[in-house]
């Protein structure tokens, strides 16, 4: 989620803000069928309009369904706007007009209204905002699925004060019952067969809602990456926080975009991308849990001292067993790829291969496997890679568009697979990507060919 900018000085003028959020099971199903009408009555008139010689295209359709979409996203908060932020990290996914509508959700969403932030303190504290602060801006700077940050003041420091939306934890719950079975006959899937991932899932989506753990998580994390350079974490202040409030430094820097924008030197952004890729290879191989949303609203970034990366909200923090961290470095490990027993029996150590499975369709998962960790597994395999290179992330993303293409693999409609893989990929297509943005070379830490 993101959380702060580098000034608290006034805001830019923010969407409406809303008095309220739909909770219900039944709210949220009438909010997803009223959108649904409105995107059909979007089909109607595009039709309508090209029948009667219109120039009308399918991108001003898109367009339309997007905003209403977005719109009605935006509303529900929780999990379903969460699913758009991860939506809009996986580029070349969504329509143009889609990506650009949720790629909003990475950074600005309408915030609550000021007595329903009024309402969480008294609720909390007992009191209001203005009487635990010496300064409490009402109006939100940045709000987001799970909750939204305030910029406070209090003995002389600068603050961040984030705000959890009423009853998101119950509607994490309800969307993913209402949801579930609807995607289940769509997809044709079995549902004992995709209980593990919705489990990993949902318990990883009503974490986020757990301030009390992110404290813990945060400074738990903060205090075992001190040693890594160009790296900052802001304090947390556990007397200023409770169950859906959460306080903590107020750190300057920029989001990505706006970093970009100022148009940094490349020693810079190599810094930058050294210091993402260092920090996450610490949390994979010492801390063995990862930093699990990395998506360009939660670091900010600075030029100063070469280079420097503040992280931000660790709601969702992954953690990794020691069989889940031993598989999944050995499926990346240089040599892997060179040996065909050794990866066949990785592979039947991670679920994707079975014994049961027919000589054909195993042949098909060990070709497909391979040619995903020849690519996903580059970075790791030379000692310096340059992530400038856009054809790399292209071809990535293209990877994934031939495999959606192929007859055999659509066929198969049961997930394969330890679930844990779920959020760890999550998170190496995030880095990926945010090095690819800032067009930064790293020393991989692999060994010299």
Request: with cysteine.
């Amino acid at each position: 989620m993101s959380e702060q900018t580098d000034n608290p000085g006034p805001s830019q003028p923010e969407p409406a803000p809303l008095a309220s959020l739909p909770t219900s099971k039944v709210a949220r199903a009438a909010r997803f069928a009223k959108t649904g009408l409105k995107v059909g009555a979007n089909y109607v008139k595009h039709y309508a309009k090209r029948a009667a010689g219109a120039d009308v295209t399918p991108e001003d359709l898109h367009a339309a369904n997007a905003a209403e979409l977005y719109g009605a996203l935006s509303e529900m908060k929780g999990s379903v706007l969460k699913v758009a932020q991860m939506l809009a990290m996986e580029k070349n996914i969504l329509p143009a007009a889609y990506a650009e509508q949720f790629a909003q959700a990475q950074y600005q969403t309408p915030p609550l209204s000021g007595p329903l932030v009024s309402k969480a303190f008294r609720d909390a504290f007992g009191k209001s905002p203005y009487e635990l602060f010496d300064e409490f801006d009402p109006q939100a700077r940045q709000a987001a699925s799970i909750g939204q940050v305030h910029f406070a003041r209090k003995d002389g420091r600068a603050l961040a004060v984030k705000v959890q939306y009423p009853g998101v934890a119950d509607s994490i719950r309800s969307d993913i019952r209402l949801v579930k079975p609807i995607a289940l006959r769509v997809l044709g899937l079995d549902e004992a067969a995709v209980r593990p991932y919705m489990q990993e899932v949902e318990t990883r989506l009503l974490e986020e809602t757990d301030y009390a753990l992110e404290l813990r998580r945060g400074e738990q994390i903060a205090r075992e990456s001190a040693h890594l350079p160009h790296l900052e974490f802001p304090r947390y202040y556990p007397e200023l926080s409770a169950a859906r409030i959460l306080t903590m430094d107020w750190l300057p820097g920029q989001h990505l975009k706006e970093f970009l924008a100022t148009d940094p030197p490349q020693a810079v952004r190599n810094q930058l991308g050294q210091t993402l890729w260092d920090f996450y290879m610490h949390q994979l191989h010492a801390l063995r849990q990862v930093h699990a949303d990395p998506h360009p609203g939660n670091f900010l970034l600075r030029a100063e001292h070469g280079g420097t990366v503040g992280v931000l909200d660790f709601g969702c923090v992954k953690e990794v067993p020691a069989d889940v961290h031993q598989l999944f470095t050995a499926l990346l490990a240089p040599d892997t790829l060179a040996d065909e027993a050794r990866l066949l029996a990785l592979l039947e150590q991670a679920g994707v291969l079975r014994p049961t499975d027919a000589p054909p369709l195993r042949q098909l998962y060990l070709r497909t496997l391979h040619d995903s960790l020849s690519l996903v597994g580059r970075p790791f395999r030379q000692p310096v890679f340059d992530f400038g290179a856009p054809a790399y992330m292209e071809s990535l993303y293209a990877l994934g568009d031939n495999l959606m293409q192929q007859p055999e693999l659509r066929q198969q409609r049961e997930p394969r697979g330890s679930e844990h893989f779920i959020y760890l990929n999550r998170t190496y297509v995030g880095l990926y990507a945010l090095l690819t943005e800032l067009r930064a070379s790293v020393r991989t830490g692999a060994a010299e060919a």
